[in-house]
């Protein structure tokens, strides 16, 4: 028995199971099916074999989980918002802020394109939450250099809408992925949208996932978050949570409410804050039944 590997992909009932310098096809044991536990890419697992086969026989307890795509265990998600074309959407941003905080994800932010337009807005908007930001554009070997260590063994994964730059991204921290770059769809304004599985590609020093899917979502179903647990998913509000004048403050717009007051003292930025009313508007009138 080995201990301890991870699955980078599951093709068609199989799994490629890192273990060690190797990569092993397995099959799932079938116990898993009935707990309807099955294996997903970033699963720390263990495999056994009897000769001829080798099957998964454990999956270790998981850090976080995404149902679609199906991927565990992510503990980097490097959200990649470009300057101009497309330009920043904050409340999408603030979204998947809002989920890899709600997940125990970490988050650093890279805003590309510097070389075209400002990055000050966003710079300054995430860096005042409390977030990493890394500028890249042109001349950016340190932004770079410093990015690639934050990611250094860790499992990570690029999300950011189609155009901002993640395939350009890396390129330049992996030079041998040579990823196709290009073409925005100009009709839609964005990518096309294609259902594919999560692969966990091996860079030696780090884990990154092509995870498809992660840029158009919302805070229901397996990201569900809610509307109470969503000020702690904007991780500048939590100094203030418990100050408000009213215990159960929504933070929407009561009297005596510290985050609003934070707000007016220029502490939280005025898009962050938007952002969590509108999610707060949206969280609330989700039913039970529509989970
Ligand atoms: N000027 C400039 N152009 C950039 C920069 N980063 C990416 N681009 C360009 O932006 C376009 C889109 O880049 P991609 O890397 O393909 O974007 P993507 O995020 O992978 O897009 P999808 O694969 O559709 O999700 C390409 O033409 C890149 O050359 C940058 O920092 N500066
Ligand atoms: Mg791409
Ligand atoms: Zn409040």
């Known amino acids: 028995m080995r201990e301890n590997n991870i699955i980078l992909k599951s093709v068609g009932g199989f799994y490629y199971v890192k273990s060690g310098d190797e990569i092993i096809e397995c099959k799932a044991k079938g116990k898993f099916r009935n707990l309807s536990l099955s294996p997903v890419a970033g699963d720390i697992v263990d495999i056994e074999s009897d000769g001829?086969?080798?099957?998964?026989?454990?999956?270790?307890?998981?850090?976080?989980?995404?149902?679609?795509?199906p991927f565990a265990n992510l503990e980097l998600m490097i959200l990649v918002v470009s300057t101009v074309e497309p330009a920043p959407n904050y409340l999408v941003i603030d979204k998947m802020c809002a989920i890899a905080r709600h997940k125990n994800v970490d988050v650093a932010i890279v805003v590309t394109k510097s070389d075209v337009a400002e990055v000050q807005q966003v710079y300054e908007t995430y860096t005042k939450a409390g977030y990493t930001v890394f500028?890249?554009?042109?001349?950016?070997?340190?932004?770079?250099a410093?990015?690639?260590?934050?990611?250094?063994?860790?499992?990570c994964a690029f999300s950011g809408n189609s155009g901002v730059g993640k395939s350009t991204l890396l390129n330049?921290?992996?030079?041998?992925?040579?990823?196709?770059?290009?073409?925005?769809?100009?009709?839609?304004?964005?990518?096309?949208?294609?259902?594919?599985?999560?692969?966990?590609?091996?860079?030696?020093?780090?884990?990154?996932?092509?995870?498809?899917?992660?840029?158009?979502v919302e805070l229901d179903y397996d990201n569900y978050i809610s509307k109470n647990d969503l000020q702690y998913a904007f991780i500048e509000f939590e100094q203030y949570i418990g100050n408000c004048k009213f215990s159960d403050c929504s933070h929407t717009g009561e009297i005596g409410c510290a985050v609003k007051a934070a707000l007016r003292e220029g502490e939280i930025a005025e898009s962050r804050y938007e952002s969590y009313c509108a999610l707060y508007e949206r969280q609330k009138n989700i039913k039970d039944w529509e989970l």
């Open 172 to 216: 330049k921290l992996f030079p041998n992925l040579r990823l196709e770059t290009g073409r925005i769809s100009k009709k839609l304004g964005r990518g096309k949208h294609t259902t594919r599985q999560v692969e966990i590609f091996d860079m030696g020093d780090c884990m990154v996932a092509d995870t498809p899917g992660f840029s158009s």
């Open 52 to 69: 001829s086969t080798t099957v998964i026989s454990k999956i270790h307890e998981r850090k976080n989980k995404f149902i679609r795509p």
């Open 135 to 144: 500028c890249t554009g042109n001349d950016d070997i340190q932004q770079l």
């Open 146 to 155: 410093e990015l690639k260590k934050l990611m250094s063994g860790k499992i």
